[in-house]
């Protein structure tokens, strides 16, 4: 992964982690984009996109009649989960396309929620691995990467971790999402997708 990429993910989810709140599970999810390799998926560039989960007809039915019963009450609050708008994933298709790259996967961010979120919520720590919901949904995108940013506020300093993984295997239900190595490296400068270069 690009260090670029990963920066301008750091800086959205940074914002939204300062904006927190025990009520406000507020998410920060980006899609990754790149191109594969042999042995190697190479993330360039990230992109964001509008969450639709309120307003889609397809996410309200899909966090009624499945994610609720599944993954619990939690889920309820509409300010946690993600459902990303599929006219911004159509656009963010289009140019990675003409900018020869490909959607690889996505990325999201973990809050170190067992410490700042409802007493209620407390007991189940989250880190960069994925919860059973992440891996629900890694299965149903079928991405072939999916990395998850850990954010943890220590001593007044913030902290990230990342994890990188696969979908769920096919063949086992009760299989775990296999885990990713994950290296993140320098490259020339380059312009995001959707941004302008000014000079």
Partial sequence: ??????DLFLGAAVTQYDRLTPDSPLPCFALLLGRTRPGTVHIEDIAFGRNARTRDPAARREFTEAILPRFGSSYENETRGWWFDS????????QADDEGL???GSIHMHPDWHRIGPPKERATVLSECPTPMDEYLFSGTAWPVNIICYLERRNGL???????????????????CPQMSLRVGAKGPRVPCGA???V
Avoid at 87 to 94: E, K, M, N, Q, V
Avoid at 158 to 176: C, I, Q, T
Wanted: glycine share 6%.
């Fill in 102 to 104: 490909e959607l690889l």
């Fill in 196 to 198: 302008e270069a000014t």
């Fill in 87 to 94: 006219r911004d994933l159509l656009a963010i298709s289009r």
């Fill in 158 to 176: 913030l902290y990230h971790a990342l994890g990188a993984w696969a979908p769920l295997p096919e063949n086992g239900p009760d299989l775990r």
């Fill in 1 to 6: 992964m690009d260090d670029r990429a990963l």
